[in-house]
């Protein structure tokens, strides 16, 4: 069955410093990958997308790379700041545009 | 961008009723979707809702406890019926314009059932 794992852990970051998260995902061949965003309370908010024939997208602090042959995408966040703080998701998407999405990682950024 | 509004917002109900959550968007969209995430989880895929046509249930969630309408393509409901303690949780409507674009989701609709 599919299955999209991330980092179970919460991610405990200093400002200023690079976060780093993982997207692993099995018996899915994505047509394009999502990230998002989830604050407490509130519906995911979208970050980026990459498409399976890209390696790497920026978009101010962020960056996402996709390698289909590890079946992986990294999400990092630059110069993190405390309003980074949140629960960050990845959905592999299908070439239907459905898509899943995996647990989620919970990033805290400390002054 | 697509602007969504979910009614209710959130609601308190008793075992064995039933409850019609409604998703309002602001222009047509091609893809609407229904999620739930569960108190601690991530968000789950219930179903994928085909206007004119039968919904498009994911493993494990079944028409007669998620009927799920779309008259037209700005608006769907979805009813969670005969309602149980676990059916708590929040549910979440999607939409998206198509292929290779972002998705964008309601506020949720927080549902307890005692």
């Known amino acids: 069955s599919q299955k999209i794992e991330q980092n179970s852990e919460a991610l405990n970051i200093q400002e200023g410093k690079t976060a780093t998260l993982t997207c692993n995902y099995t018996n899915y061949s994505p047509a394009y990958l999502q990230w998002y965003r989830q604050d407490p309370g509130r519906g995911p908010v979208f970050l980026l997308l990459?498409?399976?024939?890209?390696k790497e997208k920026r978009k101010e602090r962020l960056k996402v790379t996709f390698d289909t042959t590890l079946k992986q995408s990294l999400f990092h966040i630059t110069a993190s700041q405390p309003a980074d703080s949140a629960t960050y998701l990845c959905a592999p998407t299908d070439s239907w545009g459905k898509f899943q999405f995996g647990a989620g990682t919970q990033v805290v950024v400390t002054p | 961008s697509a602007v969504i509004s979910q009614k209710p917002s959130r609601d308190i109900c008793q075992r064995g009723t039933s409850l019609t959550i409604q998703c309002q968007v602001d222009s047509q969209v091609t893809m609407m979707f229904w999620y739930r995430q569960q108190p601690g989880q991530s968000l789950t895929l219930i179903a994928t809702?085909?206007?004119?046509?039968?919904?498009?249930?994911e493993s494990g969630f079944v028409i007669d406890k998620f009927p799920i309408s779309r008259p037209n393509l700005t608006f769907s409901t979805l009813t969670v019926s005969n309602m149980s303690p676990e059916d708590s949780s929040i549910y979440l409507c999607?939409?998206?314009?198509?292929?290779?674009?972002?998705?964008?989701f309601g506020q949720g609709t927080r549902l307890t059932v005692v």
């Open positions: 809702a085909n206007q004119g046509s039968e919904a498009t249930y």
């Open positions: 990459i498409r399976e024939n890209e």
């Open positions: 999607s939409v998206h314009r198509g292929l290779n674009t972002e998705a964008f």
